[in-house]
């Protein structure tokens, strides 16, 4: 099940939808469909803040240096 992220040009607003079949995304404030499709949210949440989270000065690293940043 692809999630995407679309931004309406008509009004600024960004939402996820679930592409589902004959469902085109819809603006929820507007109900323009003429939408930017951007990345998919789910993979970019995975590659950045789940994947990999930086080191925090205050933990000081991974300890280690498994991390590979030390
Ligand atoms: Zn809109």
Redesign the pocket.
């Known amino acids: 099940m692809p999630l995407y992220e679309y931004e ?1 040009p ?4 960004r939402f996820e939808h679930l592409t589902r079949t004959n469902e085109p995304a819809e ?6 469909r003429k939408l930017t499709k951007l990345l998919s949210v789910a993979a970019a949440r995975v590659g950045k803040s789940q994947d990999m989270p930086p080191c925090s000065n205050s933990f000081g690293c991974c300890g280690g240096g498994a991390c590979g940043l030390q």
Not at 27 to 32: I, T
């Open positions: 309406c008509n009004c600024g607003e603006c929820p404030k507007c109900g323009n």
